[in-house]
């Protein structure tokens, strides 16, 4: 044993205990149906800043139309995002994908099982590698989360703040010590059911705690302060103008965004950044003319969608257009489509609440 943390502190104790309550109590989810490294690959990258309630029906629907890498590493990148849409960080899925195919042509399907090897493919971080090695292969690696890093603060009060990317690197030795060499599926998982369900980041459930007794925040009677964890900046506020085209066989238009940036090569109504609400109009007229070459008056917004990224907040007012015949602006990011075709394209969620209430 090497790290400081661990000094006077019941390992043996807090493992059997952590295994134990885990064993008796853990959710059924769909992915500890397997130990399938690849299910429980793609689990681990839906969950990232996902809820378990939103995950659950994505992953069953994922892997029914994509049950193995290789179904995975021959689809086109449409199917993927649409499998993907609403989950968001899409560059998720692109990565994973990526990376699944690495592992059909390099490692002939098998998920690699050593840290060294998994850790190249890309979207591999070390979180990610240590879930998949521990719970899929039984290996000691540590999965160190946000979860986890909340937990481990508070069972041994640990006052370094969660927000710094240094602060992992303390975790991840401790854990190398600390986690079951017997069974580190169980203790990994574990401690992230535990900060589920028990050790949450307000009013942690300390009286239900399973090692209550082992941990020192509690003793000390400070949980409720731990972890530390200095504050993001807030989101900044961006006015958004997005118009519907519609051609007088009513065909919508849509467009794909651009292949890098956030949300790259979804599909999307065509849409502006604004500089101020009282010019949208202006500005959108002046866009459909430059670039659509379409002559058409915009009126008042048709609704208004709000989406808040964990960087930013787009507010998007929405405008509706009809056109005279068809014009002529198709191209490969550009097309035409039925309104009842819509819904075969990949939207981000902003666009997909304008589908819900606009067409």
Not at 43 to 69: G, K, N
Not at 110 to 120: A, F, G, L, M, W
Not at 259 to 268: H, S, V
């Amino acid at each position: 044993m090497s790290t400081e943390q661990l000094r006077d502190f019941d390992m043996n104790g807090f493992q059997r205990d952590l295994i134990d309550w885990f064993r008796e109590n853990q959710r059924v989810l769909p992915w500890r149906q397997s130990k399938d490294a690849y299910r429980v690959w793609v689990s681990e990258i839906m969950l990232q800043q996902t809820r378990v309630d939103t995950v659950i029906p994505y992953y069953l629907a994922f892997m029914r139309e994509f049950p193995t890498p290789e179904a995975l590493a021959t689809a086109t990148e449409d199917q993927i995002l649409k499998a993907w849409e609403g989950l968001g960080y899409y560059s998720r899925v692109r990565n994973l994908q990526t990376a699944v195919r690495e592992v059909v042509e390099e490692y002939g399907g098998k998920v690699p099982d050593t840290r060294e090897e998994i850790s190249t493919l890309k979207g591999v971080g070390p979180y990610t590698a240590g879930a998949i090695l521990s719970i899929a292969y039984g290996k000691p690696e540590p999965a160190v989360d946000g979860n986890v890093m909340r937990v481990l603060s508070r069972i041994l009060l640990i006052e370094e703040d969660i927000a710094k990317p240094a602060t992992r690197k303390i975790f991840e030795r401790i854990l190398y010590d600390l986690i079951s060499k017997e069974d580190p599926s169980s203790f990994n998982q574990g401690l992230m059911e535990l900060g589920a369900l028990i050790c949450t980041p307000t009013s942690p459930g300390c009286l239900l705690c399973p090692v209550r007794e082992q941990c020192r925040a509690n003793h000390a009677g400070i949980q409720n302060t731990l972890p530390i964890k200095s504050k993001k900046k807030k989101p900044v506020l961006k006015q958004m103008a997005a118009v519907i085209i519609r051609n007088e066989d009513d065909d919508v238009l849509i467009e794909k965004r651009p292949e890098t940036g956030l949300l790259a090569r979804l599909w999307q109504f065509p849409n502006i950044e604004t500089v101020s609400l009282a010019n949208q109009v202006e500005e959108l007229e002046g866009v459909l003319k430059e670039d659509f070459h379409i002559e058409g008056k915009v009126g008042k917004p048709v609704q208004t969608v709000e989406h808040v990224f964990s960087h930013l907040i787009w507010r998007i007012s929405v405008y509706e257009v009809i056109v005279k015949g068809r014009p002529d602006v198709e191209s490969e990011t550009r097309k035409w489509v039925k309104k009842s075709d819509v819904e075969q394209f990949a939207f981000p969620v902003s666009h997909q609440k304008i589908i819900q209430q606009s067409l």
